[in-house]
């Protein structure tokens, strides 16, 4: 299959360890956020969301953080394993806007 | 339960040709938008489209079209085809805010 980001930046983490990966988001007014996971030549894959009246939402092994101070977002995904390994974007959203814009994307490697 | 399906999985075309991709939504879903990913980019928005209206459209070409129909099913067509139209076409459905993505049609034009 077709890689996808291949000048992404990339997070090298150990098989066991945690993982964090950040977004910094644009539009004040988004008040939606969704991480998607990316797998070489598949369409994105729905991990958790989050709401702008939140700060923190937490899923099975992942949870999502959100700083509208500094307007951040951040993805924490526990005792990470190999199949973790893929492309992960965030995307933001105005409450029932017409369309999510998403981030530039990071690579997460999962070493054994 | 089926997710979103797109077809076709992968097509090749030449320059100044036109295409149609198709997508069909999650049953129960309205909304469907379509995406164009480029190699090393996140996706970027092209059409929304809920009950057959259009209610966004991103900055593409007049090129880029849509539509939907009564199944909720939509197809996205785009004429007169550039090589840098070559992309990964992502289609995602939704219900109220959650969005989920089809695993998206490859578009190589030579």
């Known amino acids: 299959g077709e890689s996808v980001g291949l000048h992404l930046p990339t997070l090298s983490v150990q098989e066991g360890d945690n993982s964090i990966i950040n977004c910094a988001y644009s539009n004040s007014a988004s008040d939606y956020f969704i991480w998607y996971k990316q797998e070489s030549g598949k369409g994105p894959q729905f991990i958790i969301d989050i709401r702008s009246n939140m700060d923190k939402r937490q899923g099975q092994r992942v949870t999502v953080l959100l700083n509208k101070t500094v307007k951040h977002l951040s993805l924490q995904i526990a005792a990470t394993q190999p199949g973790d390994s893929a492309v992960y974007f965030c995307?933001?959203?105005?409450?029932?806007?017409?369309?999510?814009?998403f981030g530039p994307g990071t690579r997460l490697s999962v070493l054994p | 339960d089926a997710g979103v399906t797109q077809s076709p999985t992968h097509l090749i075309k030449t320059r100044g040709q036109q295409v149609t991709l198709r997508c069909s939504p999650i049953?129960?879903?309205?909304?469907v938008s379509w995406y164009q990913q480029v190699l090393g980019q996140g996706p970027q928005f092209i059409f929304q489209y809920y009950e057959k209206e259009e209610r966004g459209r991103g900055n593409f070409p007049d090129r880029f079209s849509a539509r939907q129909f009564p199944n909720y099913s939509s197809e996205l067509n785009v004429n007169a085809l550039l090589l840098g139209d070559s992309a990964l076409y992502l289609c995602?459905?939704?219900?109220?805010?959650?969005?989920?993505f089809g695993p998206g049609t490859r578009l190589t034009v030579t």
């Open positions: 995602a459905s939704s219900s109220g805010n959650e969005q989920y």
């Open positions: 995307a933001e959203n105005e409450y029932y806007g017409q369309n999510f814009v």
């Open positions: 049953s129960g879903h309205k909304s």
